[in-house]
């Protein structure tokens, strides 16, 4: 039986995981590549960061995007966050504040989860690839949605 998940619930699931399926719209097509993240449950953004490319420029036209999160199982066993937002890009000083803390966010739930203890960016996020600075971005969310098969 596919059930909703409760709000607590949805937040732990993005707030226990680091990788989801980013969703944008390009050309009135709709995109979803995996990507990185860490959410701040706290203050209830998700922080990603890439190059500047497809994605990047598509999100700068149309700024309403969302975030998948599934925790899969079994073919019977799952359950899935859905993140909908704004695209919010983060420039100077304060974008190398807002990639800080997605790095130790994500050194520590790699630790948490893996029992793995990471040095480097590269180690758990797409390599920065011969670019200078990464562009920086929120999800700054409007809503989160979840279900659940037990």
Known sequence: MIKSLEPKKCTEILKNNYIGYLSYISNNKPYTVPITYFYNSEENYIICYSGNGHKIKAMRKQNAISLAVAEIFSNNK?????????????????????????????KNLVLKKEHKDLD??????SKIYNMEIPIVFLIRIDEITGKMKS
Do not use: C, N, P
């Not at 890009?89 to 190398?96: M, P, R």
């Not at 480097?120 to 996020?125: A, E, N, P």
């Open 78 to 106: 799952w359950q899935s966050v859905l993140a909908h937002g704004q695209y919010q890009e983060i420039d100077g000083g304060t974008a190398k504040l807002y990639l800080h803390e997605f790095s130790l966010g994500i």
């Open 120 to 125: 480097y960016i590269s180690q758990f996020s």
